[in-house]
C-alpha cells in the first residue's frame, strides 16, 4: 500500500489542512488520491470559518473522486474522542470495519492519505488506538506540530510513541509555518529535527482555495 498516515501532537495542530493539502498536491498532478479518516467528531460544532467538515474537506481535496461518506466510516456529532462521541451516540465502532474500508479506499487509488483523530493515543474505541489503526495500514507517518512552546515535547513524545509500535516516521510538519518565523520558532523546529533524529517542515498558512500550493512545498515524494 503506498501512501501517508496524517496524525498530530493534539488536537487543533492541523491534520485535517495537512492531510488535504497533501491530497490536493497530489490530485493536482494527476494521481488518483484515496482520502481516508476513520472517524470524523463534532459535527454538532460551528463551522471553523471557510473550513468544511474533515470528511468533505478531504473529499474535495482529493479531486472530488469520493463522496464525503467514502472517506469515512463513522461520523458523530459530539467534539469529543471517538470512543466517548459513539457512547454519547449509543454506537459501536468497529474496528474491522474501519480497517476495510481504509483497505477499499486504497485498493482503486493510486496513493492513500490518512488521516487520524487527534494524537496517536487517542482511543478509537476501547482497546484500539489510532496508532493501532496506524499499524495495522503499515504507513509512514507525518506529525501535524504546532510551532511554538510546548511544541518540543509534544513532537518527541509523539516521536517515541510511533517509533515504540514499530512506525517509521517520515517527518514533522510545523504549522502555520509564519512568513517571517520568531527566534523561538527557529529554535523548536532546529530542535525537533536534532533530537528527534526526524526532517522537520513548515507549512504556511493556507486557504480552502490554496492547498495544492501549500502541498507543493512540502516534500511529498520524500514521505511515499
Known sequence: ???????????????????????????????????????????????????????????????????????????????????????????????????????????????????????LLVPITTGYSVRDLAVELDLPVVIAARTGLGTISHSLLTLEAARAAGLRVAGVVMSPWPAKPEPIELSNRATVAALGGVPVSGLPATSPSELAAGGACLPIDDWL
Open 1 to 119: 500500500m503506498r501512501g501517508v498516515f496524517i496524525t498530530g501532537t493534539d488536537t487543533g495542530t492541523g491534520k485535517s489542512v495537512l492531510a488535504a493539502t497533501i491530497c490536493s498536491a497530489l490530485a493536482a498532478r494527476g494521481e488518483r488520491v484515496g482520502a481516508f479518516k476513520p472517524v470524523v467528531t463534532g459535527l454538532e460544532a460551528a463551522p471553523a470559518g471557510d473550513w468544511a467538515p474533515d470528511h468533505e474537506l478531504l473529499a474535495a481535496a482529493a479531486g472530488g473522486r469520493q463522496t464525503p461518506g467514502e472517506v469515512t466510516p463513522y461520523t458523530f456529532g459530539a467534539p469529543a474522542s471517538p470512543h466517548y462521541a459513539a457512547q454519547l451516540a449509543g454506537a459501536t465502532i468497529e474496528p474491522a470495519r474501519i480497517t476495510a474500508a481504509a483497505r477499499s479506499v486504497a485498493e482503486d487509488a493510486d496513493v492513500l492519505v490518512c488521516e487520524g483523530v487527534g494524537g
